[in-house]
């Protein structure tokens, strides 16, 4: 029964079209979520109650959190050509796959966020008073996210 359950530090990220370890370190991944909205509409003549239809489903930002680092970045250079250019250039999209390990280091779940693209980039606070690694946060807007199993079944 322990373990069926999966522990959420052991993860790795990978991004199609981008090589390089630097890039796939993080240090942690949220925003995985989906909703259905909502829709609320009245019915003709009876004011007791409304309707509540489905309206599509909406996904929040994927926000990755790292140390900066001097290193060059090819995920990195992605983000400025696509935050500095301001639309005067075609925005490439790319997959971004997160793997959730077990101890082995082997895949239990992974999440493949589809079509995905940089729309912000932030920096940690700097504070001469603080002895803490400087933390950038990368946010990703995408169209829809797979989630799959250890055996690649689609949950």
């Known amino acids: 029964m322990a373990d069926d359950y999966q522990t959420g530090f052991y993860f790795s990220l990978s991004f199609q079209g981008l090589s390089g370890d630097a890039d796939a370190a993080f240090k ?8 259905l909205k909502v829709e609320e509409v009245g ?5 007791r109650f409304r309707y509540r239809l489905p309206n599509g489903t909406s996904f929040s ?3 990755l959190k790292r140390g900066v680092s001097t290193a060059k970045s090819a995920l ?17 999209t790319r997959n971004i796959r997160l793997n959730l ?7 239990c779940s992974s999440w493949t966020f589809n079509d995905a693209y940089p729309v912000k980039w ?7 008073q603080d002895n803490s690694i400087l933390i950038e946060s990368l946010e990703f807007a ?3 996210f797979n989630l799959a199993g250890a055996a690649g079944a689609a949950r």
């Not at 390990?101 to 895949?107: H, P, S």
Request: aromatic letters at 6%; charged letters at 15%.
């Open 43 to 47: 019915c003709g003549g009876e004011n």
């Open 76 to 92: 990195l250079r992605w983000c400025v050509q696509t935050l500095d250019n301001g639309l005067s250039v075609a925005v490439t």
């Open 122 to 128: 932030s920096a940690s606070d700097l504070n001469s």
């Open 101 to 107: 390990l077990n101890a082995k280091g082997q895949t």
């Open 28 to 35: 942690e991944v949220s925003g995985i979520n989906k909703e």
């Open 61 to 63: 930002n994927l926000v």
């Open 142 to 144: 995408y169209s829809y």
